[in-house]
């Protein structure tokens, strides 16, 4: 059964990146599926930051594109999630998940507990 | 972008109860709806997916339907461990997400 968890910095600083990292266990990312980030603002909705392909190719929330990088570390047995110049509006509960399903079709099967990330000076 | 608009945006129940919530949708979405159920502090759980189909472990008493704007989930008997938020997520172009229905006892 896949797991996923979350790990970074609980804080960040205004106009700094944010970096978190998702650790894969239980399933091979090599062998398929996308792998994306969903954040949770405190008490609000959830949004969807963007997913990578096992190939490497990416998608990305066009409101969050021009600041959003996800990728895979090199033993591919995690991936991670960078947001540059955030702001207080960044602060959320972020959540790693595994992304299933045909392009139309994309529903999010397995996720993280969620780590929260506060953006404060 | 598809806007998803989910109402009530809570409701009380009480166990045994049949409850139903919607979710429309800003535009035609055909049948690429998902449901989500979410209890305080962790993470959502994947209920149905193509708005009516079950995901695996999930009971039987979820139940959905739906297609082109207008979209719905049932729960046929409420049960203690389903007082929650339910969100739904649709996949027609950039992903996308509703505020929520939260589900509280009566």
């Known amino acids: 059964q896949v797991q996923l968890q979350e790990s970074g910095p609980g804080l960040v600083k205004p106009s700094e990146t944010l970096s978190l990292t998702c650790a894969v266990s239980?399933?091979?990312?090599?062998?398929?599926?996308?792998w994306g980030w969903i954040r949770q603002p405190p008490g609000k909705g959830l949004e969807w930051i963007g997913h990578i392909y096992h190939s490497g190719g990416t998608d990305y929330n066009p409101s969050l594109k021009s600041r959003v990088t996800i990728s895979f570390d090199t033993s591919k047995k995690q991936f991670s999630l960078k947001l540059s110049s955030v702001t207080a509006a960044d602060t959320a509960v972020y959540y790693c998940?595994?992304?299933?399903?045909?392009?139309?079709?994309?529903?999010?099967?397995?996720w993280g507990q969620g780590t929260l990330v506060t953006v404060s000076s | 972008d598809i806007q998803l608009t989910q109402s009530p945006s809570s409701l009380s129940a009480s166990v045994g109860d049949r409850v139903t919530f919607t979710c429309r949708a800003s535009?035609?979405?055909?049948?690429?709806l998902n449901w989500y159920q979410q209890k305080p502090g962790k993470a959502p759980k994947l209920l149905i997916y193509?708005?009516?189909s079950l995901h695996s472990g999930v009971p039987s008493r979820f139940s959905g339907s739906g297609s082109g704007t207008d979209f719905t989930l049932t729960i046929s008997s409420l049960q203690p461990e389903d007082f929650a938020s339910y969100f739904c997520q649709q996949s027609h172009g950039t992903l996308g997400f509703g505020q929520g229905t939260k589900v509280e006892l009566k």
């Open positions: 193509g708005a009516s």
């Open positions: 998940a595994r992304v299933t399903g045909a392009p139309e079709t994309r529903r999010f099967d397995s």
């Open positions: 239980g399933f091979s990312i090599s062998s398929g599926y996308y």
């Open positions: 535009q035609s979405i055909a049948r690429y």
